[in-house]
């Protein structure tokens, strides 16, 4: 399947919701009618008030001053200068070390599988790291898809520091001559424990045994929460150097009109996309087929 037919695929459920409203206006023309009808599509799928407000406000000026582009063209326009080009993967360090971070619930482990998968498909050695020490059973989950993998992972018992867990996991993996180490962290927000504390201390800590680590820190957003992903995760934004969002569960959600308003929430790319529960159900995010899937063929309407 290519790219353009699994976003068109997840994103079915949000797509009916931006064009029914579209859809019920069938022979209606009146451009004031069509903005209407497409503002309630924007909510309808998520894309957040502030956004959808923002985007109708270029429609309108952009109607104004272009009489030819039609409707449809100058939406997708728009969507497409959203979202941000993702950067190319890039692996520079010795071992590159990656930190997912995010909500619980959000899929950052089931994540990091995907990638373990994706890079050891790549030719990568790659290792997990265990560093959520909070959650029951968070560190038999992680162990589990490591097996499953082949893949070794550096785990402590509950309780544990993450900061040390995520030390070990680096150094034992250079002494394997690992190239990719997938660092697993907690996800709640409101313990005694603050979270935010905790992960800063994992980022120092790495930093003492690479000035370059975290290569890349990812935040993992759940899209089938839709906007309010993006309020629940902001304080992982103010306390960590996030590099790019993983998007995940954008499968069967009609909330997937969220991802429109990442960039611009959090300064940073969506670099992938998670469609599904297994390893095999994550794609790069690519801006095109998301605008591509997210719009399909739009009904026919007319500006006159
Ligand atoms: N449909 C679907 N389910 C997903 C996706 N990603 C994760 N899940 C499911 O979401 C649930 C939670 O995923 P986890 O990876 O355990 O989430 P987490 O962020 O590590 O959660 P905590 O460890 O509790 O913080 C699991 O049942 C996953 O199978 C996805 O892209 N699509
Ligand atoms: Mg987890």
Known sequence: MSLVQRFTQ????TRHRLLQALQ???????????????????????????LTQELLQRLRERLRADGSSSLEELLRAELRAL????????????????????????????????????????????????????RAAAIEQLQQWAERLGVPCVRH?????PAAVAYDAVHAARARGVDVVLIDTAGRLHTKTP?????????????????DAPHETLLVLDASIGHNALQQAREFQRHLPLTGVVVTKLDGTARGGMALAVARVYGVPIRYVGLGEGVHDLVPFDPEAFV?????R????SRE
């Open 10 to 13: 997840a994103l079915s459920r």
């Open 24 to 50: 019920d206006l069938r022979g209606v023309s009146q451009e004031a009618a069509l903005l209407e009808a497409l503002e309630e599509g924007l909510l309808q799928a998520d894309v957040g008030v502030e």
């Open 83 to 134: 979202l941000p080009e993702v950067p190319p993967e890039r692996f520079p360090g010795h071992p590159t070390v990656v930190l997912l971070v995010g909500v619980n619930g959000f899929g950052k482990t089931t994540t990091i599988a995907k990638l373990g998968y994706r890079w050891q498909q790549q030719g990568k050695r790659v290792l997990f790291a265990a560093a959520d020490t909070y």
């Open 157 to 161: 018992h509950y309780g544990a520091d």
């Open 195 to 211: 979270l935010m504390a905790e992960l800063e201390k994992v980022v120092r800590v790495l930093r003492k045994v690479d000035p």
């Open 292 to 296: 591509a899937g997210l719009l399909g």
């Open 298 to 301: 739009m009904p026919a309407v």
